[in-house]
Nanobody
Framework: QVQIVESGGGLVHPGGSLKLSCTAS????????MAWYHQAPGKQRELVAS???????KYIDSVRGRFTISRDDRQNTLHLQMNDLKPDDTGVYYC?????????WGQGTQVTVSS
């Protein structure tokens, strides 16, 4: 069973930056399209960015140009560089496979953007 651990979240002011990381054990991420998901307070989890095994990236409109997804398959790790953060980016961020997820989710990492 895959175990996912996200890290790197925190409290930042608007305009600030964070870099999230995700490690997985029990699966070799290289074989999968991986993604970051965002769950804002009181809302459903939604896809934010995805990265195929050949590093083709896709982003939702609200983060394009501000967020960058990357992967280090040697370390079995996924990253999300988040720049120019906005209050609407607040929430819990998770990584998982896309479009169909692994059978389990990590605990996520909390990002709070507030002045």
């Amino acid at each position: 069973q895959v175990q996912i651990v996200e890290s790197g979240g925190g409290l930042v002011h608007p305009g600030g930056s964070l870099k999230l990381s995700c490690t997985a054990s029990g699966r070799t991420l290289h074989f999968y399209t991986m993604a970051w998901y965002h769950q804002a307070p009181g809302k459903q989890r939604e896809l934010v960015a995805s990265c195929t095994s050949n590093t083709s990236e896709k982003y939702i409109d609200s983060v394009r140009g501000r967020f960058t997804i990357s992967r280090d398959d040697r370390q079995n790790t996924l990253h999300l560089q988040m720049n120019d953060l906005k209050p609407d980016d607040t929430g819990v961020y998770y990584c998982n496979k896309w479009p169909d997820t692994f059978g389990s989710w990590g605990q996520g990492t909390q990002v709070t953007v507030s002045s």
